[in-house]
């Protein structure tokens, strides 16, 4: 008895020391690992009007991330993510249809994001786009 | 409790594990007269997976192009979490290595456990000192400081004396007339791919070599005379009524790895640039050769002896019979007898070796 006692003390000894050994690894190994925080990019994003061309799509980088504007037919702008919500590939603007293809299975998209064909299960998301001064201000 | 025991029993019916314990562990039973120079072994093993894990961390980081390598170093060292201690154990801890790697060499050179049957022991062990020199010299090139840029230069320099093909030979090892990009690509390669392979497989063999021919008791004064291992049949050297490996002597090669871990960390945390010069915080510049570049310490006496002959082939030729007699010497000194103390014309000259080797490197040091 007083044998088993001792045995549990020292394992759990030796566990606690493995225990810490392994957290004070483990520790700087994975600071070291996780992702670094890049610049800040939480801001919004301004483009000039000028670079939108009629019925045509501009990509840019927007808080990390693919996004889109379009301007549609009657003139007024659209924000989205151009992240496809089936799989996560990035849509591309068919100009003559108007609409968005993901490339990868043949996703559907309207101008507004909505889904009018394929395997996306939600509609891309929306962005807010304010138009002023000829410069256009996502976010 | 009873899951793990369930486990180990679904492990034990399929691949009979508790017998590969009794015989690798408990079952494996070593000299009771077995002393802690014996754990250096398993020091060096742990040393150099220490090597390989921050190795590969380091790679995470670290860009092998001329231009953007020193400052992803520096990147490392300043800005990623953490990226400094892992950079100092992988820099320290290749110093710390050769020298546990000699402290071994030395331990099986005065037990006299070179001698038959452990001849090719030796000769695997002393090639992989070499190739973890090489692959420290290698490594020492990817900051691409100035410390690395010239002392790669003046290293990959002294191959040139070498007859005939020597310019041509430093020109192939450089991958140009000067040391530039193109050396960086060939000692990144080398440094990360292929001497670790060739180590691994080589350390895999000097295990092979331990395994069969079973490990040497140390030698006392009481032994007789004939200690060296007579006839030609195979025989595997077991120590009934010895003490097994497991937990007996893991206790004592882990402790000699806590020792070896406090000295790695002792130097990481309370003098991390003992290893570096000014030179290693600048960034490599072609066009400017800073005054006394040195190589590291244990390249020293190679240094010095290459120094004070005056041509340098003739440096290079004692250097290259000194290091094949030392390769060779378990095939010179085939005497009987292992125990140091007597053994005086083998003692004179080791201890004079060791001394000379350690008066060359100061003297290096100094000049
Ligand atoms: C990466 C480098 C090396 C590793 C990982 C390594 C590993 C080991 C291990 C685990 C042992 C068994 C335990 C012990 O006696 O320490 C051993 C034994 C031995 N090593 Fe090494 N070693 C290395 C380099 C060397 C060098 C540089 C030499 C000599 C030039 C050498 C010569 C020997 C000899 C002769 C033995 C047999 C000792 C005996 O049975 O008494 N080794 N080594």
Redesign the interface.
């Known amino acids: 008895m007083e044998q088993d006692g001792r045995r549990l003390f020292l394992m759990t000894c030796i566990g606690g020391v493995a225990a810490v050994t392994a957290g004070a690894v483990a520790y700087p190994v994975i600071s070291y690992l996780a992702p670094r925080k890049g610049k800040d990019n939480s801001a919004s994003v301004t483009i000039p009007e000028k670079e939108l061309p009629p019925d045509g799509a501009k990509f840019f980088q927007y808080h990390g991330k693919a996004a889109v504007i379009v301007r549609k037919k009657d003139g007024s702008v659209t924000a989205l993510s151009a992240v496809c919500t089936h799989l996560g590939c990035i849509v591309q603007w068919e100009a003559k249809k108007g609409e968005f293809i993901c490339p990868c299975h043949g996703g559907q998209f309207s101008a507004e994001g909505k889904v009018l064909g394929g395997p996306p299960p939600k509609p891309l998301e929306q962005l807010k786009a304010t138009v002023a001064n000829g410069v256009i201000t996502i976010g | 409790m009873t899951l793990v025991r369930k486990l180990y029993d679904w492990v034990e019916v399929r691949l009979g594990i508790s017998e590969v314990i009794e015989k690798e562990m408990t079952g494996y039973l070593l000299p009771r007269t077995i002393n802690n120079w014996y754990s250096l072994g398993s020091v060096l093993l742990f040393a150099f997976t220490l090597q390989v894990i921050s190795g590969i961390?380091l790679l995470?980081y670290y860009v092998p192009d001329a231009d953007k390598a020193f400052k992803s170093v520096s990147v490392i060292m300043n800005?990623?979490?953490?990226?400094w201690?892992?950079r100092l154990c992988h820099a320290v801890g290749s110093n710390l290595m050769v020298a546990t790697l000699f402290l071994h060499m030395f331990s099986v050179l005065f037990m006299g456990s070179y001698k038959k049957p452990r001849e090719l022991q030796w000769v695997s062990g002393f090639t992989l000192l070499n190739l973890v020199m090489g692959i420290s010299l290698t490594g020492y090139l990817l900051p691409w400081s100035q410390l690395s840029f010239w002392a790669t230069t003046v290293a990959t320099n002294s191959v040139g004396a070498i007859p005939v093909i020597g310019e041509y030979l430093v020109e192939f090892v450089r991958g140009g007339k000067l040391v530039g990009p193109p050396t960086l690509g060939r000692f990144f390669a080398v440094h990360v791919a292929v001497l670790p392979l060739v180590i691994a497989g080589l350390i895999g063999a000097h295990l092979f070599f331990l395994k069969r021919t079973g490990i040497s008791a140390p030698p006392t004064r009481n032994d007789p005379a004939t200690t060296t291992r007579q006839g030609s049949s195979y025989h595997y050297d077991k120590h009934e009524g010895g003490i097994p490996f497991f937990p007996n002597f893991f206790l004592h090669d882990m402790t000699s790895v806590s020792i070896y871990m406090a000295c790695l960390l002792g130097v990481v945390f309370f003098s991390p640039y003992l290893f570096f010069t000014p030179d290693s915080f600048v960034p490599a510049n072609p066009f400017q050769t800073p005054a006394h570049i040195k190589p590291e310490w244990y390249f020293l006496a190679n240094y010095q002896i290459l120094k004070i002959f005056p041509s340098e082939i003739i440096g290079l030729t004692v250097q290259g019979a000194g290091m094949t007699f030392i390769a060779l010497l378990p095939f010179v000194d085939r005497g009987d007898g292992r125990y140091p103390l007597k053994r005086p014309l083998f003692m004179v000259c080791s201890l004079g070796g060791i001394a000379m080797f350690i008066a060359l490197s100061i003297w290096g040091h100094l000049s």
């Open positions: 961390l995470i800005e990623i979490p953490f990226g201690l892992i």
